[in-house]
């Protein structure tokens, strides 16, 4: 189990509204006052459900680029440390994660709404996820996305102490086994950012 599981049901609610995107580029370029309503809404929807996958990648990203070279590893993991630690003092990651709140304050503003392209089903589904979602606040952040920033703070200060003793060797292998420990879940979600990103694209072009 990777620790980056918690965002599984976020990553479900993408892959509903990529299928929705889908239906609105084959409505030919529908402009009516509706489908403009209804896309900002998703435009505001796929930007709140990216959030954390923005958080967790900026973050990961700098360390997995470090290589494992005795000589360089020390001074480039420090400029990543302090990095790391601007970030993380300065926040309580308010901004910076999914709310759910506003996830359940989206799906109530199109579910009020005529939904002028896909079909009953995928709304359904779709409405179905961010329920989900929408009542997971507590779960899904206080209990499982706080404590994965916990542990990585917990994960680079070990590796900055190791560092720091001159222990290169040790700091090496322990930022190996927490980057072993995201599993192939790491990428599958900075590649679901990037097509998150997209989706925004794409429906912001639509506006």
Request: with cysteine.
């Amino acid at each position: 189990m990777s620790p980056l599981d918690f965002l599984t049901p976020v990553n479900v609610a993408v892959g509903v509204l990529k299928s929705l995107i889908d239906q609105l580029n084959a409505a030919q370029d529908r402009k009516d006052r509706e489908t403009t309503s209804v896309t900002a809404d998703l435009v505001d929807l796929t930007t709140e459900l990216r959030k954390t996958h923005v958080m967790i990648v900026k973050l990961v990203s700098p360390l997995r680029r470090l290589k494992d070279d005795a000589q360089t590893f020390g001074p480039e993991f420090k400029a990543v440390y302090d990095d790391f630690r601007d970030v993380y003092d300065a926040y309580d990651f308010g901004a910076e994660r999914m709310r759910c709140h506003k996830v359940e304050q989206v799906k109530h503003r199109l579910q009020r709404r005529k939904l002028p392209f896909g079909s009953s089903a995928q709304w359904t589904q779709l409405f179905k996820t961010l329920d989900a979602l929408g009542t997971a606040d507590f779960d899904l952040i206080d209990q499982q996305y706080k404590p994965f920033m916990a542990h990585f703070n917990g994960a680079m200060q070990s590796i900055e102490g190791q560092v720091r003793s001159g222990k290169i060797g040790d700091a090496i292998a322990a930022k190996n086994s927490f980057l072993d420990s995201l599993g192939p879940e790491f990428d599958n979600n900075k590649a679901l950012l990037e097509q998150m990103t997209d989706m925004v694209g794409t429906l912001t072009a639509k506006l």
